[in-house]
């Protein structure tokens, strides 16, 4: 079974500028997330949908972040424009329905690391 | 009352010791406790999970030990591998919400 697919791997940009992740989750998984990632620190959910449908962005800076999850699939994460702050490893994960709990394991992909200078 | 507390901050054991990471939460209504495990440039990786109607679960090398009166619970591995080597994350959340509240990780190296 294929894992959680993102991509670019890494981005470096320039503060100001921006930057666009994409994730394609496990097929048949209801569930997507995004997590920012800082160095030292644990995942931190920035925002959740069900299906095409966000559940929760309440940590999603909605001023410069900006995701969609159109037709219930791929998912893209968007910042603009980036600040030194956002430089942080960006994580994409899917489950097979919402809540992460048994037979609901949240599956992480490997991550989109972006360096802000 | 969302924050999950992890301790220590890292830790260095040898081959065959037994590394234990501590874990705290404020919040009642958490009821599904999940340890993950992240390797260098990896995303972090399901363990092993735990509910508050037990207190204590094992898989394999891993145990959790559940404390649900002290808010408290802990990851042992048994006879530790140097392949163990990894930052291991505690988590926490509710079925209401479903939203995964993670500690601030603890970076492990087992040594040969």
């Known amino acids: 079974e294929a894992g959680v697919a993102q991509s670019p791997r890494y981005k470096i940009i320039e503060k100001r500028q921006s930057v666009a992740f994409w994730c394609n989750p496990i097929s048949g998984h209801a569930t997507l997330y995004w997590y920012q990632q800082i160095l030292g620190q644990g995942p931190k959910l920035l925002i959740q949908?069900?299906?095409?449908?966000?559940?929760?962005d309440s940590q999603l800076p909605k001023d410069r972040f900006s995701a969609e999850r159109l037709k219930g699939v791929d998912s893209t994460l968007k910042i603009q424009p980036a600040k030194l702050e956002d430089s942080a490893v960006y994580l994409c994960?899917?489950?097979?329905?919402?809540?992460?709990?048994?037979?609901?394991?949240?599956?992480f992909g490997e991550g989109s690391w972006l360096t802000v200078v | 009352q969302q924050q999950v507390k992890q301790s220590p901050q890292s830790l260095i054991v040898q081959k065959g010791g037994i590394p234990i990471i501590n874990c705290a939460y404020e919040n009642t209504a958490f009821d599904y406790f999940p340890w993950y495990q992240q390797f260098p440039g990896k995303g972090p990786a399901l363990l092993i999970a735990?509910?508050?109607?037990?207190s204590e679960k094992k898989e394999g090398r891993f145990t959790i030990s559940f404390n649900k009166s002290a808010k408290q619970f802990s990851l042992h591995i048994m006879d530790s591998q140097p392949g163990d080597s990894a930052t291991y994350f505690c988590a926490a959340s509710s079925q209401t919400r479903g939203k995964l509240i993670f500690g601030q990780g603890t970076e492990l190296s087992v040594k040969p």
């Open positions: 994960a899917s489950s097979l329905n919402r809540g992460p709990y048994s037979g609901n394991t949240i599956y």
């Open positions: 949908f069900q299906n095409n449908g966000v559940v929760d």
């Open positions: 735990i509910r508050p109607d037990v």
